[in-house]
């Protein structure tokens, strides 16, 4: 098992950054990937970021590319989303998954393991 918990969430005006955090623990995670995606209110939960552990390789939706940048700490074993120039249509709840196996990055399905999530609100 792994567990996942995502802080750093909050309210920030347009423009604004912030730096989410998401701690795993448990199982060795070390050949999987780490993914970020948020939720909207009435919206899927839609792919933002991810990083591959083993080759470093990172993708990012169009909607956050240049903006966003995911990065870990393997000492903390700890995953960041630095998010710059936040926009309204960013508010949402963020969460992060771990994907143990296989498959697309931009999948949801291929996320193992999620976190409780954690709300990020821009404001005009």
């Known amino acids: 098992q792994v567990q996942l918990v995502e802080s750093g969430g909050g309210l920030v005006q347009a423009g604004g950054s912030l730096r989410l955090s998401c701690a795993a623990s448990?199982?060795?995670?070390?050949?999987?990937?780490m993914g970020w995606f948020r939720q909207a209110p009435g919206k899927e939960r839609e792919f933002v970021a991810a990083?591959?552990?083993?080759?470093?390789?990172?993708y990012y939706a169009d909607s956050v590319k240049g903006r966003f940048t995911i990065s870990r700490d393997n000492a903390k074993n700890t995953a960041y989303l630095q998010m710059n120039s936040l926009k309204p249509e960013d508010t949402a709840v963020y969460y992060c998954a771990v994907r143990v196996y296989s498959g697309s990055f931009y999948d949801t399905r291929n996320y193992d393991y999620w976190g409780q999530g954690t709300q990020v609100t821009v404001s005009l």
């Open positions: 990083r591959s552990w083993r080759t470093g390789t990172t």
């Open positions: 448990g199982r060795t995670v070390s050949n999987s990937a």
